[in-house]
């Protein structure tokens, strides 16, 4: 052990940083070391940049989607309605942990203004499905307004706005809706079975394309005249929860109530395509950019080599002394692992100083129409892990071939 103030150091762990800090007689060490350790920050550096943005654009994408789905979805698991009665809905209600609770009824339709039309999913909602959702936010033009069971006003999405050719925000005529009607008798007019109605414009959103194209959103109970139901009759239940509320637990309570008969699902359940599309992408890119590390690593396979054989000297004689073949590996490994920290940790440093250069001045921006005009970046200390792990792994990985080979080669004490 080498003492250092109050400190006890492995002696060789004094032999790999004299020899890592201590100018090469050879400079071609220097130069390769350097090449090595350079390689290493720029593939550190780039992993640690697209890994950020990578975390941007699914925090944005998770921001944009909370303002339509709710923390909790329950839907029936065999029909796209269901009824539930008032002592089932106040339970539901009265569970803790729970923010708000909406009701909603939603069916496929066809909406019409003037002569364009386009196909709908027309959503029916109760007073409290603002507080359950954030879709008063992404109002457009005009307001937020449902109206009423006998005079209903709709909402639609930008891209419906734009296929009807309406502006909802001073839109004067009504849009007309035809919906299919739930348990309509059977007759021969096939026109009995589609309801017909009416209702004026206060309103469009914005809030991705998925949902701007193909939302449109109105009174719930004027929804459940439309389609021929009872008030009882639902398609889902939307629900908030408070911060910090334990989610599993909630969704067990709720299945205690309601039943086995329905789905709940929480926002991850509700998108798990596109959060797995998110995440498959983002460490698809981190093995390919992983790559720049590993063919950095041959570059430090070679700089140890070439430090082998500068200082086989120094291994004779720390052999002559009684240094046995593990303290030569660890002098090596050390040595290795040195390279790979210096690269690694500089390219974390150049990578959040991009990031927050980025956040700050909106370096890099976006082309065309997007919801911001610059690529967001958000840092994870967990990918900052990874990446250091990966780093020292490589380190290790490089420098054990040449460590053993130092350990078990003889070399001639003549100088040099």
């Not at 790979?340 to 890099?364: M, P, T, V, Y």
């Amino acid at each position: 052990m080498y003492r250092l103030g109050n400190r006890l150091i492995p002696l060789h762990a004094r032999f790999t940083w004299r020899y890592f800090k201590s100018k090469k007689s050879l400079q071609a060490i220097t130069i390769i070391a350097r090449i090595t350790t350079a390689s290493i920050a720029i593939g550190t550096a780039a992993l640690v940049i697209v890994l950020s943005i990578f975390n941007g654009f699914e925090g944005l994408v998770k921001e944009l989607y909370a303002s339509f789905y709710p923390d909790i979805c329950i839907t029936h698991q065999q029909t796209p309605f269901f009824q539930l009665d008032s002592e089932k809905i106040k339970a539901l209600r009265h569970i803790q942990g729970i923010s708000n609770l909406s009701l909603t009824l939603e069916s496929n339709g066809i909406l019409q203004y003037s002569d364009n039309r386009a196909n709908v999913l027309l959503k029916g909602v109760d007073s409290n499905y603002n507080d359950v959702t954030g879709l008063a936010q992404a109002i457009h033009k005009g307001s937020y307004e449902t109206g009423t069971a006998g005079q209903p006003f709709l909402i639609v999405g930008y891209g419906i706005e734009q296929s009807l050719g309406l502006q909802t925000d001073r839109n004067l005529m009504p849009v007309t809706a035809y919906l299919p009607k739930i348990n309509a008798p059977a007759t021969g007019n096939p026109l009995d079975a589609i309801s017909t109605f009416s209702m004026m414009p206060s309103g469009s959103f914005v809030i991705q394309q998925e949902f701007d194209t193909r939302y449109a959103i109105t009174n719930l109970s004027a929804m459940q005249q439309f389609l021929g139901v009872n008030a009882n009759t639902f398609s889902n239940i939307e629900i908030k929860l408070l911060s910090g509320t334990n989610e599993k637990k909630v969704i067990e309570t709720l299945k205690q109530i309601i039943g086995s008969n329905f789905n709940i699902a929480n926002r991850y359940e509700q998108n798990r395509t596109l959060y797995g599309i998110l995440q498959s992408e983002k460490w698809a890119i981190f093995a390919i950019l992983s790559f720049i590390l590993i063919l950095a690593s041959f570059n430090m396979i070679g700089t140890i080599t070439l430090l082998i054989f500068e200082k086989q000297k120094d291994i004779q004689v720390i052999k002559a002394l009684g240094g046995d073949e593990s303290f030569i590996k660890k002098v090596f490994l050390g040595e290795s692992l040195l390279l790979g920290l210096a690269g690694g940790l500089s390219g974390i440093g150049i990578g959040l100083l991009f990031c927050w250069l980025q956040e700050k001045l909106h370096l890099i921006t976006l082309e065309g129409s997007f919801v911001i005009d610059y690529y967001p970046v958000k840092v994870m200390g967990t990918d900052l892990s990874i990446i250091l792990i990966t780093i020292i792994l490589i380190a290790l990985l490089a420098g054990i071939y040449p460590s053993i080979k130092a350990s078990k080669k003889s070399f001639s004490l003549k100088a040099q």
